[in-house]
Protein backbone atom coordinates (compact mmCIF):
# COMPACT_ATOMS: atom_id res chain seq x y z
CA UNK A 1 0.00 0.00 0.00
CA UNK A 2 0.71 3.50 0.22
CA UNK A 3 2.88 4.94 2.89
CA UNK A 4 3.15 8.60 2.96
CA UNK A 5 6.08 10.54 5.13
CA UNK A 6 6.53 14.19 6.13
CA UNK A 7 9.17 15.92 8.80
CA UNK A 8 7.00 16.76 11.94
CA UNK A 9 7.90 19.90 12.54
CA UNK A 10 9.19 23.28 10.41
CA UNK A 11 10.40 27.08 12.39
CA UNK A 12 10.51 30.12 9.79
CA UNK A 13 10.40 33.87 10.63
CA UNK A 14 7.56 35.94 9.21
CA UNK A 15 8.38 36.95 5.52
CA UNK A 16 10.65 34.00 5.03
CA UNK A 17 9.78 31.37 2.77
CA UNK A 18 8.73 28.25 4.05
CA UNK A 19 9.09 24.22 2.09
CA UNK A 20 6.97 21.72 3.17
CA UNK A 21 8.61 18.34 2.17
CA UNK A 22 6.68 15.00 1.14
CA UNK A 23 7.43 11.37 -0.16
CA UNK A 24 5.18 8.70 -1.38
CA UNK A 25 5.49 5.18 -2.03
CA UNK A 26 3.03 4.37 -4.76
CA UNK A 27 4.04 5.98 -8.43
CA UNK A 28 0.10 5.14 -9.36
CA UNK A 29 -1.07 7.69 -7.23
CA UNK A 30 -2.71 10.10 -9.56
CA UNK A 31 -3.47 13.18 -7.16
CA UNK A 32 -1.53 14.43 -4.83
CA UNK A 33 -3.01 17.07 -1.98
CA UNK A 34 -1.76 19.47 0.72
CA UNK A 35 -4.39 20.04 3.14
CA UNK A 36 -3.82 22.64 6.42
CA UNK A 37 -5.34 22.18 9.77
CA UNK A 38 -5.34 25.02 12.11
CA UNK A 39 -6.00 24.32 15.90
CA UNK A 40 -9.36 23.00 16.96
CA UNK A 41 -10.34 22.75 13.50
CA UNK A 42 -10.37 20.08 10.66
CA UNK A 43 -8.62 19.50 7.65
CA UNK A 44 -8.54 22.59 4.84
CA UNK A 45 -7.85 21.37 0.88
CA UNK A 46 -4.93 24.07 0.23
CA UNK A 47 -3.84 22.75 -3.37
CA UNK A 48 -3.25 20.19 -5.21
CA UNK A 49 -1.49 18.65 -8.00
CA UNK A 50 -2.10 15.88 -10.43
CA UNK A 51 1.01 13.35 -11.25
CA UNK A 52 1.45 14.43 -15.10
CA UNK A 53 2.54 17.69 -13.38
CA UNK A 54 5.44 19.15 -12.29
CA UNK A 55 4.74 21.80 -10.71
CA UNK A 56 1.50 24.49 -9.69
CA UNK A 57 1.37 27.93 -8.41
CA UNK A 58 -1.41 29.50 -6.68
CA UNK A 59 -0.64 32.90 -4.94
CA UNK A 60 1.66 32.24 -2.43
CA UNK A 61 1.85 28.31 -2.75
CA UNK A 62 3.77 26.52 -5.19
CA UNK A 63 4.21 23.07 -5.28
CA UNK A 64 6.83 21.00 -6.63
CA UNK A 65 6.35 17.30 -8.16
CA UNK A 66 9.57 15.03 -9.12
CA UNK A 67 7.66 11.72 -9.87
CA UNK A 68 10.66 10.04 -10.23
CA UNK A 69 12.14 10.61 -6.57
CA UNK A 70 8.07 10.64 -5.23
CA UNK A 71 8.77 13.58 -4.02
CA UNK A 72 6.57 16.59 -2.95
CA UNK A 73 7.36 19.95 -2.08
CA UNK A 74 5.26 22.44 -0.67
CA UNK A 75 6.38 26.46 -0.34
CA UNK A 76 4.72 29.40 1.10
CA UNK A 77 6.28 32.35 -0.12
CA UNK A 78 6.04 35.26 2.77
CA UNK A 79 5.09 32.92 5.47
CA UNK A 80 3.07 35.04 8.08
CA UNK A 81 1.85 34.48 11.62
CA UNK A 82 -1.28 32.70 10.44
CA UNK A 83 -0.03 30.06 7.98
CA UNK A 84 1.06 28.40 11.70
CA UNK A 85 -1.21 25.10 11.35
CA UNK A 86 0.04 21.34 10.82
CA UNK A 87 0.26 20.78 6.65
CA UNK A 88 -1.06 17.25 5.37
CA UNK A 89 0.43 15.70 2.94
CA UNK A 90 -1.86 13.01 0.87
CA UNK A 91 -1.67 11.00 -1.74
CA UNK A 92 -3.61 8.25 -3.82
CA UNK A 93 -6.70 8.56 -6.37
CA UNK A 94 -9.99 7.72 -4.91
CA UNK A 95 -8.98 7.12 -1.14
CA UNK A 96 -6.10 8.95 0.25
CA UNK A 97 -2.95 8.05 1.72
CA UNK A 98 -2.30 11.16 4.11
CA UNK A 99 1.19 11.67 5.94
CA UNK A 100 1.19 12.37 9.59
CA UNK A 101 1.57 16.20 9.23
CA UNK A 102 4.31 19.52 9.36
CA UNK A 103 3.84 21.70 12.17
CA UNK A 104 4.58 24.82 10.88
CA UNK A 105 5.69 27.31 13.67
CA UNK A 106 6.03 31.04 12.55
CA UNK A 107 7.80 33.43 14.81
CA UNK A 108 7.54 37.11 14.01
CA UNK B 1 2.56 3.69 17.89
CA UNK B 2 -0.27 6.08 16.87
CA UNK B 3 -2.14 3.20 14.86
CA UNK B 4 -5.94 3.92 13.67
CA UNK B 5 -7.93 1.14 12.52
CA UNK B 6 -11.45 1.35 10.81
CA UNK B 7 -13.94 -1.32 10.15
CA UNK B 8 -15.24 -2.42 8.15
CA UNK B 9 -12.93 -1.14 5.21
CA UNK B 10 -15.38 -1.39 2.41
CA UNK B 11 -18.74 -2.11 2.94
CA UNK B 12 -21.89 -2.73 0.14
CA UNK B 13 -25.24 -2.47 1.73
CA UNK B 14 -29.16 -1.51 0.45
CA UNK B 15 -30.78 1.73 0.55
CA UNK B 16 -32.80 2.04 3.23
CA UNK B 17 -30.74 0.22 5.84
CA UNK B 18 -28.45 1.28 8.71
CA UNK B 19 -24.58 1.02 8.55
CA UNK B 20 -21.98 1.16 11.65
CA UNK B 21 -18.86 2.40 10.94
CA UNK B 22 -16.11 1.61 13.95
CA UNK B 23 -12.90 3.67 14.55
CA UNK B 24 -10.28 2.49 17.14
CA UNK B 25 -7.38 3.69 18.32
CA UNK B 26 -5.48 0.61 18.45
CA UNK B 27 -2.21 2.15 21.12
CA UNK B 28 -3.25 4.94 22.51
CA UNK B 29 -6.07 6.77 24.08
CA UNK B 30 -7.26 9.06 21.89
CA UNK B 31 -8.88 12.18 23.71
CA UNK B 32 -11.33 13.43 20.40
CA UNK B 33 -11.81 11.55 17.24
CA UNK B 34 -12.82 13.25 13.79
CA UNK B 35 -15.55 12.14 11.17
CA UNK B 36 -14.60 12.81 7.63
CA UNK B 37 -15.90 12.20 4.36
CA UNK B 38 -14.41 12.56 0.95
CA UNK B 39 -15.63 13.26 -2.21
CA UNK B 40 -14.90 12.07 -5.31
CA UNK B 41 -11.29 12.99 -6.53
CA UNK B 42 -10.65 15.62 -3.91
CA UNK B 43 -12.46 17.58 -0.76
CA UNK B 44 -12.47 15.96 2.50
CA UNK B 45 -15.33 17.06 4.38
CA UNK B 46 -15.14 17.25 8.17
CA UNK B 47 -18.46 15.96 9.15
CA UNK B 48 -18.55 16.14 13.14
CA UNK B 49 -15.91 16.07 15.89
CA UNK B 50 -16.71 13.39 19.07
CA UNK B 51 -15.51 13.58 22.28
CA UNK B 52 -15.28 10.56 24.82
CA UNK B 53 -18.42 10.82 26.66
CA UNK B 54 -20.01 13.70 25.48
CA UNK B 55 -22.09 14.61 22.45
CA UNK B 56 -20.82 14.79 18.81
CA UNK B 57 -20.03 18.45 17.74
CA UNK B 58 -21.89 18.39 13.72
CA UNK B 59 -19.89 20.86 11.11
CA UNK B 60 -22.97 22.62 9.35
CA UNK B 61 -25.01 20.79 7.42
CA UNK B 62 -24.43 17.42 8.47
CA UNK B 63 -27.87 15.50 9.63
CA UNK B 64 -26.84 14.90 13.06
CA UNK B 65 -29.95 12.39 12.79
CA UNK B 66 -28.78 10.72 9.33
CA UNK B 67 -25.03 10.11 10.96
CA UNK B 68 -25.43 9.01 14.28
CA UNK B 69 -21.96 9.21 16.38
CA UNK B 70 -21.14 7.54 19.75
CA UNK B 71 -17.63 7.56 21.72
CA UNK B 72 -18.47 5.51 23.96
CA UNK B 73 -14.48 4.78 25.37
CA UNK B 74 -11.44 6.49 24.67
CA UNK B 75 -10.25 3.77 22.10
CA UNK B 76 -13.58 3.42 19.93
CA UNK B 77 -15.51 5.88 18.00
CA UNK B 78 -18.50 4.52 15.43
CA UNK B 79 -20.27 6.31 13.00
CA UNK B 80 -24.10 4.82 11.74
CA UNK B 81 -25.40 5.80 8.39
CA UNK B 82 -28.67 5.03 9.40
CA UNK B 83 -31.75 4.54 6.35
CA UNK B 84 -28.80 4.69 3.74
CA UNK B 85 -29.37 6.62 0.58
CA UNK B 86 -27.28 6.00 -2.60
CA UNK B 87 -25.71 9.50 -2.17
CA UNK B 88 -24.26 8.34 1.00
CA UNK B 89 -21.87 6.50 -0.72
CA UNK B 90 -18.62 8.22 -0.19
CA UNK B 91 -15.37 7.31 1.66
CA UNK B 92 -15.24 7.59 5.49
CA UNK B 93 -12.28 8.53 7.30
CA UNK B 94 -11.72 8.86 10.97
CA UNK B 95 -8.78 10.50 12.42
CA UNK B 96 -7.79 10.39 16.48
CA UNK B 97 -5.78 12.86 18.79
CA UNK B 98 -4.24 11.92 22.04
CA UNK B 99 -4.55 15.55 23.02
CA UNK B 100 -0.71 15.40 23.38
CA UNK B 101 2.13 15.07 21.62
CA UNK B 102 6.08 14.98 21.35
CA UNK B 103 5.86 18.52 19.61
CA UNK B 104 3.91 19.75 22.74
CA UNK B 105 0.85 20.54 20.74
CA UNK B 106 -2.34 18.83 21.10
CA UNK B 107 -3.41 18.84 17.46
CA UNK B 108 -1.24 15.88 15.61
CA UNK B 109 -4.16 13.48 14.53
CA UNK B 110 -4.16 9.64 13.12
CA UNK B 111 -5.72 8.73 9.98
CA UNK B 112 -7.64 5.49 9.94
CA UNK B 113 -7.43 3.99 6.35
CA UNK B 114 -10.93 4.83 5.73
CA UNK B 115 -14.16 3.33 5.00
CA UNK B 116 -15.67 2.69 1.19
CA UNK B 117 -19.33 2.90 1.75
CA UNK B 118 -21.32 2.11 -1.12
CA UNK B 119 -25.11 2.13 -0.73
CA UNK B 120 -27.06 0.37 -3.59
Known amino acids: GEDVEQSLFLSVREGDSSVINCTYTDSSSTYLYWYKQEPGAGLQLLTY?????DMKQDQRLTVLLNKKDKHLSLRIADTQTGDSAIYFC????????FGKGTMLLVSP | GAVVSQHPSRVICKSGTSVKIECRSLDFQATTMFWYRQFPKKSLMLMATSNEGSKATYEQGVEKDKFLINHASLTLSTLTVTSAHPEDSSFYIC????????????????FGPGTRLTVT
Open chain 1, 49 to 53: IFSNM
Open chain 2, 95 to 110: SATTGRSKLGNTYEQY
Open chain 1, 90 to 97: AAGYSTLT
